[in-house]
């Protein structure tokens, strides 16, 4: 491809982001100027995918230093509380923007004394920061995940947990690419992932930027496929890990799950340390984003279902640890998923 997904980019004064709602038709970037844009932002799914969300928000907060209309240092430290409070409430169910908005905050606590300038440079410092750090951790998953795919493999994943979603390389994605990039052969099966279509309109965008084989295909043709043999291993990204290696992705990633194992196809889930949550025990304690219903009925302006049907959108499902071959991280491969791997992760 021409050159490296820029999903977000900083330009001193605004964040500038990949609209995704305009992707494959158009590349746009939407440009966000304060906290309370970024989180709107946010919210509207101009960025999506875990770990792009807090890169994001980590911005949101250093936009909001820098705004030169504060009367009072108390009206300053009282925007910067507010800014971390908004963007947290943006999005529930995706831990790494609370992981990047605890980060800011313990940047922001070690410089509140100092001059307004002095913690405004701080906190664009540490912005970057996890931006660079978020494209090194995505190398180094696509590394460990490329050891588990097999030459000519066949790969399915759901939604889109690529360059897009990250700060760029990807997680699922980064494990496609550094396959190839190790010189293996593989194709990608993209569910196109209802209601949002992300796996039909950015996964497949990402492949064909990059020319790796994609074939597109419907969430319920997923268990054909896989019973004709025409599926070799899944990886999935995710938005948030229990403590007990419960996984929270998309919605649709357990039933493609509980496909694999009845099939007897690898399952894997590849995420960076900062969306494993070790404060929540269990998925059933895992907060589900409810979205709009008016992502069922339609689509960019267009109704398919009739007036007064009631909808249920959940944006994610819980896929249990059992049911994961694999979680595949920046410190190397967990499995089985168990709370004793999760937790050897952090040590050291």
């Not at 001193?12 to 990949?18: A, F, N, T």
């Not at 910067?80 to 999005?91: D, F, K």
Request: hydrophobic share 45%; net charge negative.
């Amino acid at each position: 491809m021409a050159g490296r997904i820029e999903t977000l980019r900083w330009a001193g004064d605004r964040l500038e982001l990949i609209d995704q709602r305009l992707l494959p038709q158009r590349v746009e970037y939407y440009a966000c100027e304060t906290a309370a844009e970024v989180a709107a932002a946010i919210r509207d799914m101009v960025v999506r995918g875990a770990p792009a969300i807090g890169c994001a928000a980590a911005y949101g907060v250093a936009l909001e230093t820098g705004r030169p209309t504060f009367g009072s240092i108390g009206e300053f430290h009282a925007a910067v509380e507010a800014a971390i409070a908004e963007l947290g409430a943006s999005r529930p169910t995706a831990v790494n923007l609370f992981w990047a908005l605890d980060r800011m905050r313990r940047a922001y606590d070690e410089v509140r004394s100092e001059p307004p300038e002095r913690i405004a440079t701080r906190l664009v410092a540490e912005a970057v920061a996890i931006q660079r750090e978020d494209l090194d951790v995505n190398h180094a998953i696509g590394r460990h995940g490329a050891a588990l795919v097999p030459d000519g493999a066949r790969i399915m994943t759901h939604c889109n947990a690529g360059a897009l979603a990250t700060a760029g390389h990807g997680t699922a994605l980064g494990v496609v690419r550094s396959a190839r990039d190790q010189g293996k052969r593989v194709a990608v099966i993209a569910n196109e992932t209802r209601p949002f279509l992300q796996g039909a309109r950015l996964t497949a965008w990402e492949m064909v930027q990059e020319e790796i084989p994609v074939t597109l295909v419907t969430d319920g043709m997923a268990g054909h496929l896989m019973q004709r043999g025409q599926v070799d291993l899944i990886v999935v990204g995710a938005d948030r890990i229990a403590a007990n290696g419960d996984v929270a992705n998309k919605i649709g990633t357990y039933p493609l799950a509980v496909l694999a194992a009845r099939h007897g196809l690898p399952f894997y889930v590849a995420a960076p340390l900062s969306t494993i949550d070790r404060d929540v025990p269990d998925g059933a304690a895992i907060p589900i984003e409810e979205r709009d219903g008016a992502e069922v009925t339609g689509f960019r302006g267009e109704r398919w279902a009739p007036e007064g049907v009631a909808v249920a959108n959940p944006a994610f499902d819980v896929t249990p640890a059992a049911l994961v071959t694999g979680l595949i991280t920046e410190r190397g491969v967990v499995a089985p998923l168990d709370p004793d791997g999760l937790r050897r992760l952090f040590v050291g």
